[in-house]
Nanobody, 123 residues
Framework: VQLQASGGGLVQAGGSLRLSCAAS????????MGWFRQALGKERDLVAT????????YYADSVKGRFTISGDIAKNTVYLQMSSLKPDDTAVYYC?????????????????WGQGTLVTVSS
């Protein structure tokens, strides 16, 4: 599967942004999909995951209640809706696909990665 992330940009604190991850080659529903982010000088951290088969979701505590991960099978695209954005959300966001089933929380368990998209939240 090939992944193409898009939708990043500059937004003011409190604003919203929706990221898209378009999959090609195979249906994303065959994978567990994840969004990660990496701030400057920091490690890449999990933001949210969604299981391809059932659409079950998992969120990092830092984004719970503010971000929503979802998938559109017809468009073969996974989304990350981000609301109430904070300057601490500033990072490069990556989408990824894992062959493992269920919630996949470890970065090393994702085999396919899209290029990053930069989200900048101004105060």
């Amino acid at each position: 599967v090939q992944l193409q992330a898009s939708g990043g940009g500059l937004v003011q604190a409190g604003g919203s942004l929706r990221l898209s991850c378009a999959a090609s080659g195979r249906a994303f529903s065959m994978y567990t999909m994840g969004w990660f982010r990496q701030a400057l000088g920091k490690e890449r951290d999990l933001v949210a995951t969604i299981t391809g088969s059932q659409g079950s979701t998992y969120y990092a505590d830092s984004v719970k209640g503010r971000f929503t991960i979802s998938g559109d099978i017809a468009k073969n695209t996974v989304y990350l809706q981000m609301s109430s954005l904070k300057p601490d959300d500033t990072a490069v966001y990556y989408c990824a696909a894992s062959h493992r089933l269920g919630f996949v929380l470890n970065l090393d368990d994702y085999q396919h990665w899209g290029q990053g998209t930069l989200v900048t939240v101004s105060s």
